[in-house]
C-alpha cells in the first residue's frame, strides 16, 4: 500500500488454483493482478492511518485530523490612521476548513 499526494493505492494479487484433473469442477474465484486508488479527503489525517488483514479482508483506518482552533492573522502595510468611526474594508480571521 502507497499514499502519494493524497492518493492511497492499493494493489493486490490472486493466484489461479492448481489442482489435479478432475478434482475441480468449477472455479468461480477471479484470478490476476488489480489497483484500486482512493483519493483521501483533506479532513482525514494520513500520518495515523493504520491497516490490518484477518481471513482475507483489509481494513484501513484514517481518522478525521483533530480540529484545529481558529487563530488572527497579522496583516502588515503602512501605517494609516482611519478616520473616526470608519471600520476596516475587510477583516481576515483563518479558521480551518469544514466540508
Same mark, same amino acid.
Given at each position: 500500500?502507497? %499514499?502519494?499526494?493524497?492518493? %492511497?493505492? *492499493?494493489?493486490?494479487? =490472486? !493466484?489461479?488454483?492448481? /489442482?489435479?484433473?478432475? &478434482?475441480?469442477?468449477?472455479?468461480?474465484? @477471479?484470478?490476476? #493482478?488489480?489497483? #484500486?486508488?482512493?483519493?483521501? !479527503? &483533506?479532513?482525514? &489525517?494520513?500520518?495515523?492511518?493504520?491497516?490490518?488483514?484477518?481471513?482475507?479482508?483489509? #481494513? *484501513? =483506518?484514517? @481518522?478525521? =485530523?483533530? /480540529? #484545529?482552533? /481558529?487563530? &488572527?492573522?497579522?496583516?502588515?502595510? @503602512?501605517?494609516?490612521?482611519?478616520? $473616526?468611526?470608519?471600520?476596516?474594508?475587510? $477583516?481576515? =480571521? /483563518?479558521?480551518?476548513?469544514?466540508?
Amino acid at each position: 500500500m502507497t %499514499l502519494q499526494r493524497g492518493h %492511497l493505492t *492499493i494493489p493486490a494479487e =490472486r !493466484s489461479k488454483v492448481d /489442482a489435479a484433473p478432475g &478434482d475441480m469442477l468449477v472455479n468461480e474465484r @477471479p484470478s490476476g #493482478r488489480w489497483v #484500486r486508488r482512493v483519493l483521501l !479527503s &483533506d479532513a482525514l &489525517d494520513p500520518e495515523a492511518m493504520t491497516a490490518s488483514y484477518q481471513r482475507g479482508v483489509l #481494513r *484501513i =483506518r484514517v @481518522p478525521l =485530523r483533530t /480540529a #484545529r482552533s /481558529a487563530r &488572527d492573522v497579522t496583516i502588515d502595510g @503602512p501605517e494609516e490612521v482611519p478616520s $473616526a468611526g470608519a471600520r476596516p474594508s475587510l $477583516a481576515v =480571521r /483563518a479558521t480551518p476548513e469544514r466540508r
